[in-house]
T-cell receptor
Framework: EAQVTQNPRYLITVTGKKLTVTCSQN?????MSWYRQDPGLGLRQIYY???????DKGDVPEGYKVSRKEKRNFPLILESPSPNQTSLYFC????????????FGPGTRLTVL | AQKVTQAQTEISVVEKEDVTLDCVYE???????LFWYKQPPSGELVFLIR??????QNEISGRYSWNFQKSTSSFNFTITASQVVDSAVYFC????????????????FGKGTHLIIQP
């Protein structure tokens, strides 16, 4: 089954404790992206990747890192999480860029205390 | 810079009524794509439609229809004979060429319209 998976689905952590949210797709997509969803703000792009070893900032990249060492994986790293990073995070992938339909993962709900 | 406005924060209608969700976008690009996504209470994001800037034909898919008007920069979504299962948050989104020239790099989302269908 074609899908985007994210782990963990739910996470409660404390300020400053490094964490990684994994994202994996099995559709051989070149493009992958991370968004965060906050009440009243819709979804905002954090980082994206057009291909392996090619990543770039989205609209709200501060406090996040990403890497793209393999085509299928695009982990989101929070080196020192803060409470304002409490949010619902979505990973997405599409064939080659954001003109195409993006397939979204199930979401990761992160709470930083 | 691009922008998507969904002015209706919440709409509540009774089942079987028709309802239209508004979407107004801003971009200076001549090539762009518009999308609608549905987010039901379970939280996942479900793709509904994609439309490119050169295709102004309206689209109908069952009870769903979309009206794209470049003259008013709008891409409105209508649900005919609404059902309780249509209750969700609906997002309109825009994709435009990357400022760096490297290809379309992401979606700009509106803030969403929460649609409540009452039985």
């Amino acid at each position: 089954e074609a899908q985007v998976t994210q782990n963990p689905r739910y996470l409660i952590t404390v300020t400053g404790k490094k964490l990684t949210v994994t994202c994996s797709q099995n559709m051989n997509h070149e493009y992958m992206s991370w968004y965060r969803q906050d009440p009243g703000l819709g979804l905002r792009q954090i980082y994206y990747s057009m291909n392996v070893e090619v990543t770039d900032k989205g609209d709200v990249p501060e406090g996040y890192k990403v890497s793209r060492k393999e085509k299928r994986n695009f982990p989101l790293i929070l080196e020192s999480p803060s409470p304002n990073q409490t949010s619902l995070y979505f990973c997405a992938s599409s064939l080659d860029n954001s003109y195409n339909e993006q397939f979204f993962g199930p979401g990761t709900r992160l709470t930083v205390l | 810079a691009q922008k998507v406005t969904q002015a209706q924060t919440e709409i509540s209608v009774v089942e079987k009524e028709d309802v239209t969700l508004d979407c107004v976008y801003e971009t200076r690009d001549t090539t762009y794509y518009l999308f609608w996504y549905k987010q039901p209470p379970s939280g996942e994001l479900v793709f509904l439609i994609r439309r490119n800037s050169f295709d102004e034909q309206n689209e109908i898919s069952g009870r769903y229809s979309w009206n794209f008007q470049k003259s008013t920069s709008s891409f409105n979504f209508t649900i005919t004979a609404s059902q309780v299962v249509d209750s969700a948050v609906y997002f309109c989104a825009l994709s435009t060429p990357s400022a760096s020239g490297g290809g379309a790099d992401g979606l700009t989302f509106g803030k969403g319209t929460h649609l409540i269908i009452q039985p």
